[in-house]
C-alpha cells in the first residue's frame, strides 16, 4: 500500500510515528495499515495536550521506518532528515520489532503540528515508487 500525506510542524521523527499510526492504522478492508491502534493519550501529547506522558504510559512505536535509500530512520531525528525523492519524503514501513517508547509525546510544545492523509495510492503508483527505492538494511537496534 501506499499514502499520501501532508505534513506540518512535527518537531521530529518520534512524534511522526505517533501521527502515523493514528492516520494509517485501521480497517485493511478500507486501504489502512493493520496493526495495534495507538493510545488516544499518545496523540494528546503529539498534538495538543500535556506532552508529558512519563514512564507508565509512553507512546510505543508502530512501525519502523526507512528512507529511500533502506536506510533506518530513527525516532530521534527530524523530518527534515529524511531526503526527499523527486520532492517527496518518503518513508517505507515496517512491522515493529518489540517495543520502544517515549514519554514525551512533542518536543516542540508550541508547535501545532498536522499529519493529513490526502489519498491512498493506487497500487501503480505505489510499485512505482517502491522501484526507486532501495531494499531495506535492517541493521538498526530494533531490528530485533
Same mark, same amino acid.
Given at each position: ?21 493514528? *492516520?494509517?492504522? #485501521? @480497517?485493511?478492508?478500507?486501504?489502512? &495499515? ?5 493510545? +488516544? /493519550?499518545? &496523540?494528546?501529547?503529539?498534538? $495538543? #495536550?500535556? /506532552?508529558?506522558?512519563?514512564? /507508565?504510559? %509512553?507512546?510505543?512505536?508502530? !512501525?519502523? =521506518? !526507512? $528512507? *529511500?535509500? #533502506? #536506510? +533506518?530512520?530513527?525516532? @530521534?531525528? &527530524?523530518?527534515? $532528515? ?7 519524503? &518518503?518513508?517505507?514501513? +515496517? ?14 510544545? +508550541?508547535?501545532?503540528?498536522?499529519? *493529513?492523509? $490526502?489519498?491512498? =495510492? ?12 532501495? %531494499?531495506?538494511?535492517?541493521? @538498526?537496534?530494533?531490528?530485533?
Amino acid at each position: 500500500m501506499g499514502y499520501a500525506l501532508t505534513m506540518g510542524a512535527i518537531g521530529d521523527i518520534f512524534q511522526l510515528h505517533t501521527l502515523l499510526a493514528e *492516520r494509517l492504522i #485501521g @480497517d485493511p478492508e478500507q486501504g489502512l &495499515v493493520a496493526g495495534e491502534r495507538r493510545a +488516544h /493519550s499518545w &496523540v494528546e501529547a503529539a498534538t $495538543d #495536550g500535556d /506532552s508529558n506522558l512519563g514512564t /507508565s504510559d %509512553p507512546a510505543i512505536c508502530r !512501525f519502523r =521506518l !526507512f $528512507d *529511500r535509500h #533502506g #536506510g +533506518h530512520v530513527y525516532p @530521534d531525528g &527530524v523530518p527534515a $532528515d529524511i531526503e526527499p525523492l523527486d520532492g517527496t519524503r &518518503v518513508l517505507v514501513l +515496517h512491522p515493529p520489532n518489540g517495543t520502544f517508547g517515549m514519554g514525551v509525546g512533542r518536543v516542540f510544545e +508550541h508547535m501545532t503540528p498536522t499529519l *493529513r492523509l $490526502d489519498r491512498i =495510492l493506487q497500487r501503480t503508483e505505489t510499485q512505482a515508487w517502491f522501484d526507486q527505492m532501495a %531494499p531495506a538494511v535492517e541493521n @538498526d537496534l530494533t531490528a530485533g
